[in-house]
């Protein structure tokens, strides 16, 4: 039984630039979360897709954005990265309209130079 | 604003002892409460609690969930080196989709040293 995947498991990046993380949801769950988790805090909530649709939204710039696909996989786009956006960045799936919790991910670390 | 805080931020014990880790919350519409074991990367599942069911219990862990006063606690016995780790606690709000937007506090570390 296959868990939630991410990849890269590590990322360097200048700033300005633009990144992309992927997440393949544990098999049978159909919603994705992102959180980031910047050194010494909690999972920050990035946003939530469900049915390929952006559902819930944290309080993060526009620069962030995502996209669900048929197959219920994700990515996370970030734009014009900033030093601050380096970060832990955690995707956790879950089953919807499910009792049970969501499943994290190992995550991606993302460096910003 | 949602809010959660653990305390203490940072703990060190040794094997044997046993720790006592504390989450509050102040959240409207409160649903559940749950607590993650973070080791290295992904933060793993420990406890989910309601308010059908305020107590839980695996091995020598345990958490009790206090409705009145807004809070959790997360006990330990016979700690582990093991069981080192950071443990971070959420909250779920009730209302909109199941298991939405997870609110954490900033976690405990545990350091058990041999």
């Known amino acids: 039984d296959a868990g939630v995947t991410q990849s890269p498991t590590h990322l360097i990046k200048t700033r300005g630039q633009q990144v992309t993380l992927r997440c393949s949801p544990k098999?049978?769950?159909?919603?994705v979360s992102w959180y980031q988790q910047a050194l010494g805090q909690g999972p920050q909530f990035i946003f939530q897709?469900?049915?390929?649709?952006?559902?819930q939204r944290g309080n993060f710039p526009d620069r962030f954005s995502g996209h669900q696909f048929p197959n219920y996989s994700s990515e996370l786009n970030v734009n014009a990265l900033l030093l601050g956006d380096s970060a832990l960045y955690l995707c956790?799936?879950?089953?919807?309209?499910?009792?049970?919790?969501?499943?994290f991910g190992d995550g991606t670390r993302l460096s910003i130079l | 604003e949602d809010k959660v805080v653990q305390s203490p931020l940072s703990l060190v014990v040794h094997e044997g002892d046993t720790v006592t880790l504390n989450c509050s919350y102040e959240?409207?519409?409160?649903?559940?409460l749950l607590w993650y074991k973070q080791e290295k990367k992904a933060p793993t599942f420990l406890f989910m609690l309601?308010?059908?069911?305020i107590e839980k219990k695996s091995g020598r862990l345990s958490s009790i969930l206090d409705k009145k006063e807004l809070s959790s606690i997360l006990n330990i016995t016979a700690t582990q080196t093991g069981d080192s780790a950071i443990y971070l606690c959420?909250?779920?709000?009730?209302?909109?989709?199941?298991?939405?937007?997870?609110?954490f506090g900033q976690g405990t570390i545990l350091t058990v040293h041999p």
């Open positions: 897709y469900y049915e390929e649709e952006e559902r």
């Open positions: 956790a799936s879950s089953l919807e309209r499910s009792n049970q919790p969501q499943h």
């Open positions: 959420a909250v779920v709000k009730a209302g909109g989709t199941s298991y939405g937007k997870l609110t």
């Open positions: 959240v409207t519409n409160f649903r559940s």
């Open positions: 098999s049978g769950h159909d919603t």
């Open positions: 309601t308010s059908s069911g």
